[in-house]
């Protein structure tokens, strides 16, 4: 490698709601449905909170903002009944989602999936939109101490990849997701959705395209599927 030059891109981690599957307008329902249980209307600025965050952290922020005093466990089973029957039937894939995990097995790039959500979400959620067995590596929320905006998602999906950081590009939709990709040390490309797109100014990530096929050109501008010229 050229002095100067970044690692090279060996490998691809993707967060799963609100960037390969639609998923994130039924979660935001169900905590709407959740809260109006206990008289609380979600807003807007809660909402944006919750991005990219494992659902025993959502419910804690969302405890502790609308004084909620339930126990905690129960609060978690709740709130996933209710987005599980809200997701189920009704996921598809987010446009380019397809396209760009081809992409990344056509050129060799090894591919990982690290969400914030459980298996039972994540089995349900890849089977719907036909997503299911594309990726090397898999790493859920439960498997982890810390959710994101700490790193321990991402370091574990490098790991089981056999994947260095600094040889990883992390795809996210979320605040939460790309200030963990970073903590790890690793490339971010950054989706936004409408709502965090305001957020752009707190941080750093190596790129912000508006979709998954904008990602793929920014991949192919840093030299993935590029020949290397011979002599």
Not at 4 to 11: C, D, L, N, Y
Not at 61 to 74: F, S
Not at 142 to 165: M, N, S, Y
Request: glycine share 8%; net charge negative.
């Amino acid at each position: 490698m050229i002095s100067g030059e970044r690692p090279p891109i060996t490998a691809l981690i993707f967060d799963m709601d609100g960037l390969l599957v639609d998923s994130e307008p039924f979660a935001e329902a169900a905590m709407r449905s959740f809260l109006e249980r206990y008289g609380h209307e979600l807003t807007d600025d809660v909402s944006v909170r919750l991005l990219g965050r494992r659902v025993p952290e959502a419910i804690q922020i969302v405890a502790d903002h609308y004084g909620l005093v339930d126990d905690k466990n129960e609060l978690v089973t709740l709130y996933n009944e209710i987005r599980l029957a809200a997701i189920r039937g009704n996921l598809r894939p987010l446009p380019g989602a397809a396209e760009i995990i081809a992409f990344g097995r056509e050129h060799g790039l090894r591919l990982a999936l690290a969400t914030s959500n459980t298996r039972e979400h994540v089995d349900l959620s890849l089977t719907e939109a036909a997503l299911a067995n594309l990726f090397d590596a898999e790493a859920t929320g439960e498997e982890v101490e810390r959710g994101k905006p700490e790193p321990d998602i991402f370091l574990l999906a490098a790991r089981r990849l056999g994947a260095e950081p600094e040889n990883c590009v992390v795809l996210e939709d979320s605040a939460a997701g790309v200030a963990a990709a970073k903590a790890a040390g690793m490339r971010a490309i950054w989706i936004p959705q409408a709502r965090s797109e305001g957020l752009q100014k707190a941080l750093s990530p190596d790129v912000t395209v508006p979709d998954l096929l904008q990602a793929i050109r920014w991949l192919r501008g840093q030299g993935v599927g590029v020949a290397t010229p011979v002599g």
